[in-house]
């Protein structure tokens, strides 16, 4: 008999976490004003908010911690760091930044001005906060099959190459770079394909635009583009990383995803024009050029995590967990974003909870619901996330409205998985009884779900 698939690892740490009754989660969320981002830690059994920054590191990642050089300026572990994003990625300058949007911020403060077009794929909020908030304007471009959770197409997160060019054709002068988020996390944490960062580098250069890559999590869209692009199979991840990255001139990058860290992030560029504004605006906003924001603890176990995350051992044990909650989904006839993406599950909540009307925001409903259920916090991606559009200030309930499962790395088992999955049927069997969701009492201008404040109806 063969023998099943397993973790390729073993767990040597562990942390304790409560379960609740359901009356004082009924009390809980109604004091976070059905915001699961106002709701403390302690109040949640299985935290699905992210995947970002939530992950277990390894033993080697703890024991970089202890040699972590906390030099001011030229530390060994910024040199560990920048050597090892230099052999992933092919780019010679690295600026560290202490998260994600802090990269976004230091390089599209040297990029971006008011009037300019961002083009890309389903770009992230804090992306598309950055843009906006700088008086400029995010096009997405991903391809129409994004849109139909039903569709099983291999590589969803993909560039629509026609949008593209029709958006550059338009708009050329006021395009300072093409953005690809890989995966693509808005869209279900759906990959890019090799084949179409290659066609969006051609189209970009026809039009002498450079290409920027949103990597949170590009270790795990090389691993989509080895199992179901052709011509990768004899591949490794490390290979397939160097090539994805050869169609790009930067990346900003969230360590707190595929780099295994709790903190951290950075900007990496084969341009020196870009190292050289970017190294300013991180000097005010992050710190010295050598550090920016994180220790040089951090630094070594991000250096560690990067080189952990680019085997295909480690990837293949994590996106089989997402596909594990994926089929017991299925068992129950649930309808989610197809095929299980990289990260997360992403559930239509539209198709669940029919009779909530858009206005009254069905994954924010369906979040309530599941936290309720049986103290999973989930998160919506959907209508609250896309925030109000700059112009007209009406809500944009133009996109998918989806109820995110985000499974932090290494941190859960499969059993958790099966807690997950049957808290979501009890919910999915007496959806009809769900008719009314929420309304917002109070909303920020830009990237409000953090904050907003819902009232039940
Ligand atoms: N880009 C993508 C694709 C992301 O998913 C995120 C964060 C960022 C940029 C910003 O990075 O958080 O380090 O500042 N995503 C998290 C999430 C928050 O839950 O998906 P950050």
């Excluded at 403390?40 to 024991?63: F, P």
């Excluded at 953005?179 to 869209?187: D, L």
């Excluded at 050598?290 to 051992?313: H, K, Q, V």
């Excluded at 994954?363 to 700059?390: C, H, K, N």
Aim: glycine share 8%; aromatic share 10%; hydrophobic share 40%.
């Amino acid at each position: 008999m063969e023998l099943p698939f397993a973790e390729s690892w073993k767990i040597k740490m562990i942390e304790p976490i409560r379960k609740s009754t359901r009356s004082e989660r009924e009390k809980w969320i109604k004091e976070a004003n059905y915001n699961v981002f106002q709701l403390k830690a302690e109040q949640v059994y299985i935290d699905l908010l992210t995947d970002s920054g939530t992950g277990a590191m390894s033993d080697r990642q703890w024991a970089g911690i202890m040699l972590g050089d906390e030099s001011y300026a030229g530390a060994t572990s910024f040199l560990k760091m920048k050597d090892m994003i230099t052999k992933i990625t092919g780019f010679d300058y690295v600026l560290p930044t202490h998260q994600g949007r802090a990269a976004e911020n230091v390089l599209f403060s040297c990029l971006i001005k008011a009037g300019d077009f961002i083009p890309g794929n389903s770009h992230f909020d804090t992306t598309k906060g950055h843009i906006e908030s700088r008086k400029a304007f995010a096009i997405d471009c991903t391809i129409d099959e994004a849109k139909d959770t039903q569709l099983e197409v291999p590589f969803k997160g993909n560039v629509d190459p026609k949008k593209l060019e029709i958006c550059l054709a338009e708009h050329h002068d006021k395009i300072p770079f093409v953005i690809v988020t890989i995966t693509n996390n808005t869209a279900g944490g759906q990959p890019v394909s090799m084949e179409n960062l290659r066609e969006v580098r051609k189209i970009a250069n026809k039009y002498k635009k450079p290409v920027l890559f949103d990597s949170a999590r590009f270790a795990e869209n090389a691993y989509f583009i080895k199992i179901r692009e052709k011509g990768y199979q004899n591949k490794s991840i490390k290979e397939i990383c160097k090539e994805m990255f050869t169609y790009a001139d930067g990346m900003t990058m969230s360590a707190k995803k595929d780099a295994l860290v709790n903190m951290g992030g950075f900007i990496a560029t084969r341009s020196q024009e870009w190292y050289d504004c970017a190294k300013v605006f991180g000097i005010v906003y992050e710190g010295y050029i050598t550090y920016g924001g994180m220790s040089g603890r951090d630094m070594n176990a991000l250096a560690i995590g990067l080189d952990e995350n680019t085997e295909f051992d480690m990837l293949e044990t994590r996106i089989k967990q997402v596909e594990y909650l994926a089929q017991r989904l299925d068992e129950f006839g649930i309808p989610y974003q197809r095929p299980a993406g990289g990260h997360a599950i992403f559930v239509d909540a539209p198709k669940v909870l029919t009779y909530v009307p858009k206005e009254e925001f069905p994954a924010q409903t369906l979040t309530v619901e599941l936290y309720l259920e049986a103290g999973i916090r989930g998160v919506e991606i959907g209508y609250l996330l896309a925030d109000r559009d700059p112009v007209t200030r009406e809500n944009r309930f133009g996109g998918l409205d989806l109820l995110r499962l985000a499974i932090p790395r290494r941190v859960y088992t499969n059993n958790h998985m099966d807690v997950i999955a049957v808290a979501l049927k009890n919910v999915f069997d007496r959806r009809e009884t769900i008719t009314r969701g929420v309304k917002i009492a109070w909303e920020a201008e830009i990237m409000r779900h953090f904050t907003v404040k819902l009232q039940r109806l």
